[in-house]
């Protein structure tokens, strides 16, 4: 079983910034692929940014150049830096790892609250 716990959510301004954080305990197999997702009320959940063991990376067209992933694989920690945040980057953060092992397993933290407003 895998455990992971977001931190770093809050309320920050139109053009401020903030860091995520997801640590990950548990039975982690090595070859995966962390992620955050977010949802905004009324919509379905979206992936923000997934970067996998060895280093690829994917971002959503609406975060790119705003948004850095990155990941300490020794200590299994996941971060999100979001920069020049907008309105409607506001959602529930929820962090996410997968991988392969005779089928995907799918872990998910509890999400964390970020709002965008002044």
């Known amino acids: 079983q895998v455990q992971l716990v977001e931190s770093g959510g809050g309320l920050v301004q139109p053009g401020g910034s903030l860091r995520l954080s997801c640590a990950a305990s548990?039975?982690?197999?090595?070859?995966?692929?962390m992620g955050w997702y977010r949802q905004a009320p009324g919509e379905q959940r979206e992936l923000v940014a997934t970067m996998t063991s060895g280093g690829t990376t994917n971002y959503a067209d609406s975060v790119k150049g705003r948004v850095t992933i990155s990941r300490d694989n020794a200590k299994n920690t996941l971060h999100l830096q979001m920069n020049n945040l907008k309105p409607e980057d506001t959602a529930v953060y929820s962090c996410?790892?997968?991988?392969?092992?005779?089928?995907?397993?799918?872990?998910w933290g509890q999400g964390t609250q970020v709002t965008v407003s002044s």
């Open positions: 548990g039975s982690i197999f090595r070859i995966n692929t």
């Open positions: 996410n790892l997968h991988y392969y092992s005779g089928g995907y397993l799918y872990y």
